[in-house]
T-cell receptor, first 115, second 115 residues
Framework: AQSVSQHNHHVILSEAASLELGCNYS??????LFWYVQYPGQHLQLLLK??????LVKGIKGFEAEFIKSKFSFNLRKPSVQWSDTAEYFC?????????????FGAGTRLAVHP | GAGVSQSPRYKVAKRGQDVALRCDPI?????LFWYQQALGQGPEFLTY????????KSGLPSDRFFAERPEGSVSTLKIQRTQQEDSAVYLC?????????????FGPGTRLTVL
């Protein structure tokens, strides 16, 4: 069965530090990949997505992710984090077949940014 | 307009009780998804509706779980004879069309605690 692995469950950074959150998926076929973010007390919201084309995807709030097919990875990056980036981040892949966007999520990474 | 709303936001049930969780998707959205998020985990797919048709219920963990969307808008997830392992946050998401590249908009979730 398809699965998504997020390597770090908790990450603590100081403001202005660089961020990279790992995400690996298990499916070998064509996939669509997503990063969602959940700020404290708020809903899950889409940060960025990859469907095709340029493997370097830019999202909101300065985030980007790179799809590396040979490594089955879709790591999230930000050059300089801010305190407001404190949140939980989820990587997701859509399950193949069915023709609709059934998402499979990783367990999430909780990021804390200290001023 | 308004986003996806869910009610109640919190529900405490005694083991063996039946519960009903409501989701109001964004008006006009064709697709509706239910996910279950256990503590420390990412959301897990439960079921999918396209308008009033339940096209996928492969994620429902047992026959105690039942979902409906009779008029293609509001959806209800019902859990009969609740068990402690049903304790989780239940998330609803909707998207404008059934296309796989359509963004899913998530509600705030209902936190169910079974005592």
């Amino acid at each position: 069965a398809q699965s998504v692995s997020q390597h770090n469950h908790h990450v603590i950074l100081s403001e202005a530090a660089s961020l990279e959150l790992g995400c690996n998926y298990s499916y070998g076929g064509t996939v669509n990949l997503f990063w969602y973010v959940q700020y404290p007390g708020q809903h899950l919201q889409l940060l960025l997505k990859y469907f095709s084309g340029d493997p370097l995807v830019k999202g909101i709030k300065g985030f980007e992710a790179e799809f590396i097919k040979s490594k089955f990875s879709f790591n999230l990056r930000k050059p300089s984090v801010q305190w407001s980036d404190t949140a939980e981040y989820f990587c997701a892949v859509n399950a193949p077949g069915g023709g609709y966007n059934k998402l499979i999520f990783g367990a999430g990474t909780r990021l804390a940014v200290h001023p | 307009g308004a986003g996806v709303s869910q009610s109640p936001r919190y529900k405490v049930a005694k083991r063996g009780q039946d519960v009903a969780l409501r989701c109001d998707p964004i008006s006009g959205h064709v697709s509706l998804f239910w996910y279950q998020q256990a503590l420390g985990q990412g959301p897990e797919f439960l079921t999918y509706f396209q308008n009033e048709a339940q096209l996928d219920k492969s994620g429902l963990p047992s026959d105690r779980f039942f979902a409906e969307r009779p008029e293609g808008s509001v959806s209800t997830l019902k859990i009969q004879r609740t068990q402690q392992e049903d304790s989780a946050v239940y998330l609803c998401a909707s998207s404008l069309t059934s296309a796989i590249n359509n963004e899913q908009f998530f509600g705030p979730g209902t936190r169910l605690t079974v005592l």
